[in-house]
């Protein structure tokens, strides 16, 4: 996405562009457990997928599926997300789904791409019930619709007031490729069914590759 075109949603968004509905508290339930690590391809066996590295950012391609392996996250389809009339980041209807704001580059273009969803939903974890626990190091895969993979690095994880998010910061313009994953956080308030926070989690492109 151009800078220009990435600017306009930001000047849109100013008023903050949070997560508000995210859901209701879910009752307490053991965490998933992680899949096995599969975020590089393996090379020890002859059944072994033949990857191709693709080097710099990569062109506009829609995001199918995210799988964060340290909390427990694959799922896919990914669904469209934008704002809505007040500004805010929609969420998808669902505790199970993924969704990329399409005002945001996409998962591997320079700039900071969006991937929003649910911290649990009537009851139910959300695919981002764990994301709080994210840390650096982890790796965040997505596979696009072009077939190619961004295999992105989680450098940091805030937990910001939604009264008070930085807008800029999350959403501002990066050098290179970079992801951001929001889901809702901190305290319920039960006469507004709403989240008081924001958990961001922060990450780079690390690797890409296309098989």
Not at 157 to 162: D, L, Q, S
Request: hydrophobic letters at 35%; proline letters at 11%; one cysteine or more.
């Amino acid at each position: 996405m151009s800078t220009v075109r990435w600017r306009r949603w930001l000047a849109f968004a100013a008023i903050g562009a949070t997560l508000t509905a995210c859901g209701s508290p879910a009752e307490p339930q053991p965490a998933p457990a992680a899949p096995p690590a599969s975020s590089v391809p393996a090379q020890t066996s002859s059944a072994a997928p033949v990857t191709t590295p693709v080097d710099g950012p990569l062109p506009r391609s829609r995001p199918v599926r995210l799988d964060v392996p340290s909390i427990g996250v694959s799922t896919g389809p990914i669904i469209d997300l934008g704002l809505t009339d007040d500004g805010e980041l929609e969420v998808p209807g669902d505790a199970v789904t993924t969704g990329w704001f399409t005002g945001s580059p996409s998962p591997g273009e320079t700039g900071p791409a969006v991937l929003a969803a649910h911290v649990d939903y009537n009851h139910v974890p959300g695919a981002f019930h764990r994301l709080k626990d994210t840390k650096p190091g982890d790796q965040a895969i997505v596979r696009r619709a072009d077939g190619t993979t961004a295999v992105f690095t989680v450098y940091r994880v805030e937990r910001y007031p939604k009264s008070r998010f930085p807008t800029d910061e999350v959403y501002g313009d990066t050098a290179g490729p970079e992801l951001r994953m929001i889901t809702c956080g901190g305290d319920f308030d039960r006469s507004t069914r709403n989240y008081a926070d924001n958990v961001v989690a922060y990450a780079r492109l690390s690797q890409s590759y296309r098989g």
